[in-house]
């Protein structure tokens, strides 16, 4: 599943871990049965081990969280939204690199 430092985010916590975070939060969504969700998850995990403390980074299954999943108007996987003060900041749709997704998070 996750990498050790990546955050299982849920419709429950969502608010607590990524809206009232004072670190930037970067989530993707995604789908146990998609695809390009599967070449994007190790370029995610990757991230989190290595910015852990900089930056936090989440997984949520749009399955299992169908609330933030509408909220943020996600319909398409992977989908990678970058959050900082508890507002949303960046979007990218589909699988990507290593280097847009800092570029996103620095951003």
Same mark, same amino acid.
């Given at each position: 599943?996750? +990498?050790?430092? !990546?955050?299982? =985010?849920?419709? &429950?916590?969502? #608010? &607590?871990?990524? =809206?009232?975070? #004072? =670190?930037?939060?970067l989530v993707d969504f995604t789908a146990t049965w998609c695809g390009p969700?599967?070449? @994007?998850?190790?370029?995610? #995990?990757?991230?989190? /081990?290595?910015?852990? +403390?900089?930056?936090?980074? +989440?997984?949520?299954?749009? #399955? /299992? &969280?169908? +609330? !933030?999943?509408?909220?943020? %108007? !996600?319909?398409?996987?992977? *989908?990678?939204? !970058?959050?900082? %003060? %508890?507002?949303?900041? &960046?979007?990218?749709? %589909?699988?990507?690199?290593?280097? *847009? =997704?800092?570029? @996103?998070?620095?951003?």
């Amino acid at each position: 599943m996750a +990498g050790k430092n !990546v955050i299982e =985010l849920t419709d &429950a916590n969502f #608010d &607590a871990e990524v =809206l009232k975070s #004072d =670190l930037p939060v970067l989530v993707d969504f995604t789908a146990t049965w998609c695809g390009p969700c599967k070449v @994007l998850a190790p370029i995610v #995990d990757g991230l989190a /081990d290595e910015f852990a +403390g900089k930056y936090k980074i +989440g997984k949520l299954d749009i #399955d /299992d &969280a169908p +609330g !933030v999943t509408r909220k943020y %108007g !996600v319909r398409g996987v992977p *989908t990678v939204i !970058v959050f900082k %003060g %508890g507002e949303k900041k &960046a979007v990218h749709v %589909g699988v990507t690199n290593k280097d *847009t =997704l800092v570029k @996103l998070l620095e951003s």
